[in-house]
């Protein structure tokens, strides 16, 4: 009888599809990276920020926003800014890691003066990889 007690308290606690703690599985759910509090602030300290990509003639306008950025076609290449779930295949990241003319592009690696920090690079990378969600 203990047997069967334990099991079933045990069966509350993980998820039965994956065996793992719900509390886990709920947590890993989320999304690693959120555009407003970790992407836009790459883009606003190291693009926009820099005075550079914001307004005026030069695109991206990474100051504006998601829906300046996501699906959108890039000028140069053709090839969107961000395709959700491919940073391979994202202009922008091409860009930000110095792959662009593989896309079609050209120019240097951006920002200019500069390239981003690997943590930085790495969050632009995470966010398009798991889907480029706006914010919630």
Do not use: N, Q, R
Request: one cysteine or more; aromatic letters at 8%.
């Amino acid at each position: 009888m203990l047997g069967w007690s334990f099991l079933l308290a045990l069966a509350g606690c993980f998820d039965p599809l994956y065996g793992v703690p719900l509390d886990a599985a709920e947590e890993s759910a989320a999304p690693a990276v959120a555009f407003p509090a970790d992407v836009e602030t790459v883009f606003a300290t190291s693009c926009a920020g820099a005075g550079c990509h914001v307004g005026g003639a030069v695109s991206p306008k990474l100051g504006e926003g998601y829906d300046t950025v996501v699906d959108v076609p890039s000028s140069v290449s053709g090839v969107d800014y961000v395709e959700p779930g491919d940073p391979a295949g994202s202009y922008l990241y091409a860009k930000l890691d110095g792959t662009a003319a593989a896309l079609g592009g050209g120019g240097g690696t951006m920002p200019l003066g500069g390239a981003l920090s690997d943590a930085d690079l790495e969050i632009v990378y995470t966010w398009i990889l798991d889907g480029a969600l706006p914010a919630e």
